[in-house]
């Protein structure tokens, strides 16, 4: 039963421009949701996270989005740079604190 | 680098074995958290470990066991190999129980099992 899905399993996106990531969740149980970026050959770094009572989170370049009513968060990057360029994994925090994580979308941004 | 480590950082070994994966997490941090990654999945939660002790359990098969000892240091032991068990093994540690937030990620295990 995959509680965090993230459908598209890659996106691409020119320099410059705005990269959107989408994920969906099932259990309204959720209290906190993550995002999490990770580089071939290293683990996943903590990116940006939303409690279940916000609607934006902005940190920098990276905001994240919370619909509740649809179980859907998203993940902006304005703009998009090269560097950019990695696995983005969308996470949701139980109450007792375990991550459930989504499979995960490739982000390839162009110079 | 997230202050995580784990050893080692490859493995290859044949069905039917037993192999033990290590973490050291930041100083300071008391939890835990092993994660298998398999092709094609995301990252599945397997256990955590707050202070020596198991805290919370995921998706982990009998054959897999950990621990967490007085250094806080942690091992994932996992036995009677099977191909299907060829993944990414990551551990990630957090200062508290439920700030799994602030989790801070390994460079991970790659194990393949032939």
């Known amino acids: 039963d995959q509680q965090v899905k993230q459908n598209s399993p890659s996106l691409s996106v020119q320099e410059g421009r705005i990269s959107i990531l989408n994920c969906d969740y099932t259990?309204?149980?959720?209290?906190?949701f993550l995002w999490y970026k990770k580089y071939p050959a290293e683990g996943p770094t903590f990116l940006i996270s939303i409690s279940s009572i916000k609607d934006k989170n902005e940190d920098g370049r990276f905001t994240v989005f919370l619909n509740k009513s649809a179980k859907h968060l998203s993940l902006h990057i304005v703009p998009s740079q090269p560097g950019d360029s990695a696995v983005y994994f969308c996470?949701?925090?139980?109450?007792?604190?375990?991550?459930?994580f989504g499979q995960g979308t490739i982000l390839t941004v162009h110079p | 680098d997230s202050g995580v480590t784990q050893t080692p950082k490859h493995l290859i070994t044949a069905t039917g074995q037993r192999v033990t994966l290590r973490c050291s997490p930041r100083s300071g941090d008391l939890s835990v958290y092993w994660y298998q990654q398999s092709l094609d999945q995301g990252l599945q939660f397997l256990i955590q470990y707050y202070n020596g002790e198991e805290r919370a359990k995921g998706n982990i098969l009998e054959r897999f066991s950990a621990q967490q000892f007085p250094d806080l240091h942690s091992e994932l032991n996992l036995s009677s190999l099977e191909l299907g068990d060829s993944a990414l093994y990551f551990c990630?540690?957090?200062?508290?129980?439920?700030?799994?937030?602030?989790?801070?990620f390994g460079p991970g295990t790659r194990l393949t099992v032939t």
């Open positions: 996470a949701a925090r139980f109450y007792d604190g375990k991550l459930t």
């Open positions: 259990n309204s149980m959720f209290d906190y």
């Open positions: 990630a540690s957090s200062p508290s129980q439920t700030s799994s937030y602030e989790q801070y």
